[in-house]
């Protein structure tokens, strides 16, 4: 099937999705988190005042980047009553273990537990390294060694998807597909819906099919009509809060649920007023 028919296609049959709502006690939507990568510009110029906002727009929890630099992140968050479960970190500390001036997984973990993190997930993979199936192969080698220390400090370990993983490679196969068949059972996954859908997937159906095998979720939603490249960035406009694009939340939330995932955060790669916009995703969650 051709791919943009594929999304054009799974566009119409999700409005066909007959909308039912979430149980009021619904774990997600009780505990929904942010991924503060979205906030990032504005916790450059006041970190305190921002987790603030954050709080007030109703989240309950915030997922921070560039973990271990990311100490007034989580205090503020704290000093704001918002958990701090997860963070994404450096993660060349995996990849590319040694490398000069990437500190060493091992101490990056002991910082997790001090902070009292339970998750810690890559957050991306340099193109160099993922060239071919063989590079997503070792790629996954190097990940499950990593898990099986972060499992013993008590702390799971998890990949991060962009679309390029999605992308056919050597005989019709993915790079996902080789993360799928080569992850230890230590070794999960963080699903970015947005993502998800942008690699010519439907979310909610990668979600049940990874049943036990994803931590976590990144919701975010696609804006109708986008033209969608072939697995690569698109413009800032295609980034929309949570019910105003392509992506059906609702069953992806079910999906979750079924699947066993920990927790859901709201992220939005680009907006022109982040702070509107994430309070407007949580907005609509409460209202589902």
């Known amino acids: 099937m051709n791919r943009r028919f594929f999304l054009q296609a799974s566009l119409a049959s999700s409005l066909a999705i007959p909308s039912f709502a979430l149980e009021a006690n619904n774990p997600y939507r009780k505990n929904i988190g942010l991924q503060l990568y979205t906030l990032r510009n504005e916790l450059k110029t006041d970190t305190a005042g921002t987790l603030k906002a954050v709080a007030d727009a109703g989240y309950e929890q915030v997922e921070p980047y560039g973990f271990p630099e990311a100490g007034d992140m989580i205090a503020a968050a704290k000093d704001n009553g918002l958990a701090v479960n997860s963070s994404h970190f450096a ?46 192969k070792n790629l996954a080698e190097k990940m ?27 005989g019709g196969k993915t790079g996902y597909d080789i993360f799928r068949e080569e992850f230890a059972p230590g070794m999960k996954f963080e699903v970015d ?9 439907d979310p909610s159906t990668l979600i ?42 609702e069953p992806i939330i079910e999906a979750a649920a079924e699947a066993g995932v920990a927790h859901c955060h709201v992220e939005q790669d680009q907006s022109p007023a982040p702070l509107q916009s994430i309070a407007e995703s949580a907005t609509y969650l409460n209202s589902l």
């Open 91 to 136: 993660w060349e500390s995996v990849t590319e273990p040694g490398k000069e001036g990437v500190p060493a997984f091992s101490e990056i973990l002991q910082k997790a537990k001090d902070a009292g993190l339970t998750h810690l997930v890559i957050p991306y993979i340099h193109a160099h390294k993922r060239e071919n199936l063989d590079g997503y």
């Open 144 to 170: 499950n060694v990593a898990a099986v220390e972060a499992t013993s400090a008590g702390i799971q370990l998890s990949y991060h998807n962009h679309a390029f993983e999605f992308q056919p490679m050597d």
């Open 193 to 201: 819906v947005f993502w998800v859908k942008v690699g010519g997937v």
């Open 208 to 249: 049940t099919d990874l049943k036990g095998r994803v931590s976590q979720l990144h919701l975010k939603d696609l804006q109708k009509g986008s033209s969608i490249p072939e697995f690569g960035s698109l413009p800032n406009e295609a980034f929309k809060e949570l019910g105003k694009g392509m992506i059906p939340i």
